[in-house]
């Protein structure tokens, strides 16, 4: 079987500088891939390369989506119209800040619901069950009082769950994660996490989740994909010991031994 997503070649490059040349990985459906590297490596680069969601780049290479059943199609060089249907309807984003995310203007559950509605239609009773149900499957408990709120009037992690609520209620197949606990607290940051995986083996749903934290991608990926100064360099899959780095900068990364390693959520559990 193909993967869900596969990047081939991928460059990009902002006026004379390159900040991506010549990436490329799989991702296969149903999986939990992480991709680390340190600040300025070209993870989120290459995450926003694959709905074209870059300003002002020139971007090269192919990102080839075939989901399941469908005839793959390069996302990198499809028509804007059908782009734009894939984007939050098949392929969904979560950032690091969800408070930059959200309208400050608009309640919470306004905006759950417009993300419904522009993928999947319906009447405006229809949209507002469908947000409220989105909600409590984020593990939100009093999902009406977060529905009627304005994003300022919530925690982060509330925000953050919503943030996952919106991006997965019109059903994607592929959830990227761009450092979403990054401004979280270590508790919140591990129930973000867990609640991520919950809904991934729930939903058979897709995972692509952007780190800096090589433990902490451990801890959660089947597969990690290593980044240094805009190329991969490194792709490792789980075996039964873990991961085991042969890249000389995969190893000294952190300067940890990624089989034994404990990420900071779960020491003292």
């Known amino acids: 079987m193909p993967p869900l997503l596969e990047i ?4 990009v490059a902002f006026g004379g500088a390159t900040a991506l040349s010549r990436a490329g990985f799989s991702v296969d459906d149903g999986s939990f891939t992480a ?22 780049a020139r971007v090269g290479g192919s990102a080839l989506w075939a989901p399941p059943g469908a005839t793959a199609r390069d996302l990198l060089r499809l028509p804007e119209a059908d782009l734009r249907a894939i984007r939050g309807g098949e ?10 995310s959200f309208n400050p203007l608009l309640t919470v559950g306004e905006q759950v619901g417009e993300a419904f509605r522009t993928h999947r ?3 405006p009773a229809e949209v507002r069950q469908k947000a409220l149900r989105g909600l409590e499957e984020a593990r939100i408990r009093d999902a009406e ?6 994003p300022h009037e919530l925690s982060g992690g509330l925000k953050q769950r919503a943030m996952i609520a919106m991006a997965l209620i019109a059903g994607p197949r592929l ?3 761009d450092e979403p606990t990054t401004a979280l607290d270590v508790t919140t940051e591990a129930e973000i996490l867990e609640l991520l995986a919950e809904i991934r083996r729930e939903k058979a749903l897709t995972v692509l989740f952007i780190t800096h934290d090589l433990p902490l991608a451990a801890a959660y990926a089947g597969r ?3 980044m240094e100064k805009g190329r991969v360099v490194e792709c490792m899959d789980k075996d039964g010991g873990g ?3 042969g890249n000389a900068y995969t190893k000294r990364l952190f300067g940890v031994d990624l089989a034994r390693s404990v990420p900071k959520q779960r020491i003292g559990a």
Do not use: H, M, N
């Not at 009082?145 to 304005?150: D, F, L």
């Open 145 to 150: 009082r977060v529905y009627r709120s304005y």
């Open 243 to 245: 991961f085991r780095p």
């Open 35 to 56: 991709l680390v590297g340190e600040s300025g490596s070209g993870k989120s680069v290459t995450a926003l390369s694959i709905c074209r969601l870059l300003w002002k």
């Open 91 to 100: 392929i969904s984003y979560v950032f690091q800040d969800p408070a930059s």
């Open 121 to 123: 239609g319906g009447s």
């Open 8 to 11: 081939k070649d991928l460059s």
């Open 175 to 177: 959830l990227v994660a």
């Open 224 to 226: 990690i994909v290593v």
